[in-house]
């Protein structure tokens, strides 16, 4: 079970801090990554981390200004966003693939948060 939040309104050049509360998983080899959809636009990948390892990985458009994070001992995944930009306006959702790569097409996850919105306006 996932469950997103941590969305706002927020200043560019402004930050944010994302909830991905993860529960309910029966084999480490797993990981959650964080996806984005713009209205209009397609489900985009934004960060991914790998359970069994930790290891992050991130898509160019938020390399550099984003951080994902977690706190196992809260079953929490976190997404830091930073010098947040008007296209990073979006909802965001994490999600999980039971797979122990992390992986960027939605199709390949199994289960999704309900997502929280972030917009970035002046």
């Known amino acids: 079970q996932l469950q997103a939040s941590g969305g706002g309104l927020v200043q560019p050049g402004g930050s944010l801090r994302l909830s991905c509360a993860a529960t309910?998983?029966?084999?480490?080899?797993?990981?959650i990554s964080w996806f984005r959809q713009a209205p209009g636009k397609e489900r985009e990948w934004v960060s991914c981390?790998?359970?069994?390892?930790?290891?992050?990985t991130y898509g160019d458009n938020v390399k550099g200004r984003f951080t994902m994070s977690r706190d196992n001992d809260k079953h929490t995944i976190y997404l830091l966003l930073n010098s947040l930009e008007p296209e990073d306006t979006a909802t965001y959702y994490c999600?999980?693939?039971?797979?122990?790569?992390?992986?960027?097409?939605?199709?390949?996850?199994?289960?999704w948060g309900q997502g929280t919105q972030v917009t970035v306006s002046s």
């Open positions: 999600a999980s693939d039971n797979a122990p790569t992390c992986r960027t097409r939605p199709l390949e996850y199994d289960y």
């Open positions: 981390i790998r359970n069994r390892d930790g290891r992050r």
């Open positions: 309910g998983f029966t084999s480490p080899y797993y990981s």
